[in-house]
């Protein structure tokens, strides 16, 4: 796939599965009508990584927007996966 956001329109006309990133399904499941289930397996972490031009490093604007970027992620994933956890926590309840 070229990018997660081609999975969930996949996934949903097909019988297949997908494991993706919580920062990246939380907003596929409603309107695609998917559902979000634990691997049976543990999977590490991806790491994420912000690239940037050595010959810039030293801009205070950049590295100020790079700081507003780190914190944004970082906001984005944690309400990503507390949405994925109650969902997930609501497919084990209606078990």
């Known amino acids: 796939m070229p990018h997660f956001s081609a999975v969930?329109?996949?996934l949903a006309t097909t019988d297949l599965l997908a494991?993706?990133?919580m920062i990246a399904m939380a907003n596929a499941l409603k309107p695609y009508d998917l559902v979000a289930l634990k691997p049976p397996f543990a999977i590490a972490p991806m790491p994420h990584r912000l690239w940037w031009s050595a010959r810039l490093a030293g801009d205070?604007?950049?590295a100020g927007l790079?700081?507003?970027a780190q914190a944004i992620f970082?906001?984005?994933l944690k309400a990503s996966e507390a949405d994925v956890q109650?969902?997930?926590d609501g497919c084990a309840?209606?078990?």
């Open 93 to 95: 309840a209606g078990r």
């Open 60 to 62: 205070p604007g950049l």
């Open 66 to 68: 790079r700081t507003l």
């Open 8 to 10: 969930a329109p996949l």
């Open 74 to 76: 970082a906001d984005t």
């Open 86 to 88: 109650r969902r997930l």
């Open 19 to 21: 494991t993706l990133p």
